[in-house]
């Protein structure tokens, strides 16, 4: 069984950066994309980045576009966000997620979810 743990999520000003990670531990993802998910108060989880087991291949949604950046290392199974210019509206708690399938996607078609880690950003 494949497990997800988030980690670096925190409080940040506006403007500010943070740098979330996924750990994958146990089972075998071959070639798996993985993804990065938001859910904000009162509101739906929606999509926020993703990529595919290359590395070469990633979308973002249009909102985070130029400020967020997915990566991921491989031989530490663990999937990155970089997150910069922080905005209030970014305040959610952010899920990463993986899927046996290479490709990545922006709907929540993810085989393995992570718990989930707290994104504030506030003055």
């Known amino acids: 069984q494949v497990q997800l743990v988030e980690s670096g999520g925190g409080l940040v000003r506006p403007g500010g950066s943070l740098r979330l990670s996924c750990a994958t531990s146990?089972?075998?993802?071959?070639?798996?994309?993985m993804g990065w998910f938001r859910q904000a108060p009162g509101k739906e989880r929606g999509f926020v980045a993703a990529?595919?087991?290359?590395?070469?291949?990633?979308y973002y949604e249009h909102s985070v576009r130029g400020r967020f950046t997915i990566s991921r290392d491989n031989d530490k199974r663990t999937v990155y966000l970089q997150m910069n210019s922080l905005t209030p509206e970014d305040t959610a708690v952010y899920y990463c997620?993986?899927?046996?399938?290479?490709?990545?996607?922006?709907?929540?078609?993810?085989?393995?979810w992570g718990q989930g880690t707290q994104v504030t950003v506030s003055s």
């Open positions: 146990g089972g075998t993802l071959i070639r798996g994309a």
């Open positions: 997620a993986a899927r046996y399938s290479s490709v990545p996607s922006a709907d929540d078609a993810y085989d393995y």
């Open positions: 990529i595919d087991w290359s590395g070469d291949v990633r």
